[in-house]
DNA sequence: CTAGCTGACCAAAACGTTTTGGGGGAGATA
DNA sequence: TATCTCCCCCAAAACGTTTTGGTCAGCTAG
């Protein structure tokens, strides 16, 4: 290349760097040149020197304990990460999805990304410290429960999601709520129960709170029935369930036993999936908006690798929607 | 990293890769000290030295047609690249979803990519070109219809998806059926086209075909039925429409003039999305296994960049099934 | 005793950039 | 004429590996 516009590679690096100082003819000169032989620098010499590869990495901790990257009807994940590899091409970066990097079959490519967003991390997660350790910027999508100090995340607008779950429930005419959430030690499910309880103490209410594997599927939500069904407790009339699988699950064996939703018990579930569209009668869901939260997460990241040291960005904030459907549709 | 362990870079290198000759008990001590430093090798300075990053770029050129990567519905493209990045995952490579790399507004990273799947390359397309000018490996989903010579690509399949919706229209009595087909220049288009055409001719049927651009989704759809309705010819009695938008647009058209499916048409769309699965009467589809495509073309591109210049693996074949629903449902 | 071989290790080149620290020529000033 | 200042440009270092082509010591064979 340098040879063809008759100047040093110093001089073709700056051309088209915009850098030093290059008469103007000769700078135009060695872009048309570059343009002519369809010449661009060296992605990966440029990253060796830079320590800039131009590459995100994603990793989705549920899909990591799940152990299926595709599971059944869910596809808040595939959306997610669609919408953020959309994005990140939008900023100028490659994005690659990834497993647990700690894992150890992790591609050699891992630590080579410039930055990394990792969905629902998990109590103290060894995936953070890996990075914090390898001085690799990080943005979560959910905070780590343990890591306070940890504040580049965002999501945190789900907590509002159980009031305003319970709001809906109230208003048609709820009195006992139970509420159903996963094993996964995110903060997706440590901070719902935590709502909802603080909710229940503040109402005089006795909190009715399940804890139910991911993994289990529609499955583990059969079983939450029939231990509510078993259970010497009357039975509540609206369940409030996080994970759109176990709600279809719980829906499907109150059904089996007789009840009736929405009259007998009402039931939303706290993400939206093709469970809850397509189960009968369709389950009120709250809809985590994927590609809206994927947008803002690499835009988060790709502001943070971007900034000055002093003015670094703020997390962004994301607004949920109920879409309410036949499960809560009373009268 | 070599001061730890009191040898010499070579002999890092050579303990941590297994080349070169080094005494047993050396190499032990290195691999030790590099477990204990969390040391392993750059990827990027090794990705210099040896032109490999470990990376697969995925382009899917309808999407760059269509405009947009989330068009509404259609999650056959989503859900291949959720699979091919799984798949190169566990072959050890990191997979980056891009945009057409010769719009210019490409991530520098793309031509670092140590191979490409191009799905559904368009007639001469130019990425392709510039792929090979570049000299980087490539595998196809569907064929360059001007680029005979190009045999890495599989999806051939498809073709016979032509043969087996005529052979279950015809055994559900239909009598005259007619093509709609996309208007992107690809294989799937042209190559559905040409064996209905063939069919016809060999069955003595004059053929009745409608080619309809991608982008409009369903109201394309509504617009041919329109021009059916409104052609001096009669109605045929079945449609094989490629795209499920289209046909979930045929459908509502025809209804809205009073037809009905499947008594007075039938029609069975080309892929399955989200409008043949949830449109009434249900739409019977073919199934094109996006999952299985996925794997195989990850597969067979890494056996490719793998493989010994003398025994170059061949295009595995995938195998597609008819969905059958409500709307090919007589009787 | 010497030449040759082998086993263990290492220095240096190469990969293609970016960046640093000049170098040299032309014009301006003394 | 000598010096100073710009303005352009460039050589070389550095990034962290892999690979090539050694060196050196210790043995073995002649």
Redesign the pocket.
């Known amino acids: ?1 340098a040879r063809h516009a ?9 051309s ?2 915009g ?9 135009q000169r060695v872009i048309e040149v570059a343009a002519e032989l369809g ?1 661009s ?2 992605a ?3 990253g ?3 320590n800039r590869l131009g590459l995100l990495g994603l990793v989705i901790r549920p899909l990591d304990t799940l152990g299926s990257y595709q599971p059944e009807g869910v596809d808040y994940f595939l959306r997610f990460a669609g919408a953020a590899a959309v994005e990140a091409l939008d900023c100028g970066y490659g994005l690659v999805l990834m497993r647990d990097p700690t894992a150890g079959n992790a591609p050699g490519i891992a630590l080579a990304a410039d930055g990394f967003i990792i969905s629902d991390p998990l109590a103290g997660d060894p995936v953070i410290d890996l990075l914090t350790r390898n001085a690799i910027p990080l943005v979560a999508v959910g905070r780590d429960v343990e890591r306070p100090d940890f504040t580049a995340w965002l999501g945190g607008g789900t907590l509002r999601n159980v009031d305003s779950v319970i709001a809906h429930l109230s208003e048609r005419g709820a009195q006992r709520i139970a509420l159903v959430t996963g094993t996964d030690e995110n903060s997706w499910n440590a901070d719902s129960e935590n709502s909802y309880r603080e909710w229940a103490a503040e109402n005089n209410q006795t909190p009715i709170v399940y804890n139910q594997d991911e993994r289990l599927g529609e499955e583990g939500g059969r079983e939450i029935a029939e231990e509510l069904l078993a259970s010497d407790a009357s039975l509540p009339d609206a369940i409030y369930c996080l994970t759109g699988r176990h709600a279809a699950g719980i829906q499907a064996g109150l059904q089996a036993a007789g009840y009736r939703i929405p009259e007998d018990v009402m039931i939303v579930a706290g993400s939206d999936s093709e469970q809850t569209r397509n189960s009968a009668p369709p389950i009120t869901s709250v809809d985590l908006a994927p590609e809206a939260t994927a947008k803002a997460a690499v835009a988060y990241l790709v502001a943070l690798l971007e900034a000055d040291e002093d003015n670094q960005p703020l997390p962004p904030e994301i607004a949920y929607e109920l879409r309410e459907r036949a499960s809560t549709q009373r009268g």
Do not use: E, F
Not at 6 to 14: D, E, L
Not at 19 to 27: F, I, L, M, P, Y
């Open positions: 290349m008759g100047v040093s590679i110093t001089t073709v690096s700056h088209l760097n850098k030093g100082v290059v008469a103007k003819a000769t700078r010449y620098a060296d990966i010499a440029r060796l020197r830079s």
